[in-house]
């Protein structure tokens, strides 16, 4: 029978990130400490712990069959490798970061100036794009030190929180690309390994939309009921049901969790009660 590969990056939050959404979309990964690869008991997997830097040539030899990646490394390394899905986590930039001492008006700024970065490519382009010429360092490790040891006048790297910048001396000045978690697939994947990665991409799209919604029950007065179901943003209408109370009702729906207290706010504001508020796991439509 056939098995998939898919990579992951092998330590780090990437790595607990990518291992949990593999848990929650049913795949029991027997792993042990150290491992280079494990298998999943109930599914045809096999899992590949890998250096995240050296993920996408893998993925370009046909190595593996598809990885949970950082989709900025996948912009650097990754050429024409096919993103199947944007997976919500590991949320980061690249950007550009100068001494605070700095005046900073504009991209401009870096016309002939050193720029260390472990991404020359997506440094180079963002330079192409904007005509500025300026010399690229590249640097593997430690990037936030470059200027402050006379190495480079701005930095290239990877921005979170900004505390690491904050601690160097350093400002975010430009943001060349947003960055999360993606799941992607080799250019040589087998029409076999194809369908199971669909299978897995099915299965990640409905807990990806589970985390994003609430289900809401509400017990509603009957005269109240039109405009409260008109407040409610339901995946096709909301399940109303009576209440053995009479000229009440059971409201029943799902609810974007980024809109989430403000309809919570209007559905009081028009006589909702007893609201009760449930995660979802998973949301299959």
Not at 43 to 70: H, M, S
Request: net charge positive; aromatic share 6%.
């Amino acid at each position: 029978m056939s098995k998939l590969k898919i990579a992951v990056q092998k330590s780090g939050r990437l790595y607990d990130d990518s291992m949990q959404i593999l848990k929650d979309i049913g795949i029991s990964i027997d792993n042990g400490k150290d491992q280079l690869k494990a298998s999943a008991r109930n599914f045809p997997i096999e899992v590949f712990y890998l250096r995240n830097g050296d993920i996408p040539q893998y993925l370009k030899d046909g190595v593996v069959d598809a990885a949970i990646i950082g989709e900025n490394v996948l912009i650097e390394k990754g050429g024409n490798i096919q993103i199947k899905e944007k997976l919500g986590f590991s949320a980061c930039k690249v950007s550009v970061a100068v001494p605070k001492s700095v005046k900073y008006k504009s991209i401009q700024e870096l016309e002939g100036k050193r720029i260390a970065t472990s991404y020359p490519n997506t440094v180079q382009q963002y330079l192409e794009k904007n005509k500025v010429k300026a010399n690229i360092h590249i640097i593997n490790g430690s990037v936030e030190i470059a200027p402050n040891i006379g190495l480079a006048d701005a930095i290239v790297d990877i921005v979170s929180s900004g505390s690491t910048l904050f601690k160097n001396g350093l400002k975010e000045v430009e943001v060349l690309l947003k960055s999360e978690a993606v799941l992607a697939a080799s250019p040589l994947i087998s029409e076999a390994n194809e369908a199971i990665l669909n299978k897995i991409q099915f299965r990640i799209q409905s807990v990806l939309k589970g985390r994003q919604s609430k289900y809401v029950l509400l017990n509603a007065p009957n005269e109240k009921l039109d405009t409260i179901i008109s407040i409610l943003p339901g995946m096709r209408s909301p399940t109303v049901l009576p209440l053995a109370e009479q000229g009440w009702s059971s409201v029943h729906t799902v609810i974007n969790k980024n809109k989430f207290w403000e309809i919570i706010d209007e559905l009081k504001l028009h006589g909702a009660e007893g609201i009760l508020v449930c995660p979802i796991d998973n949301m299959v439509l």
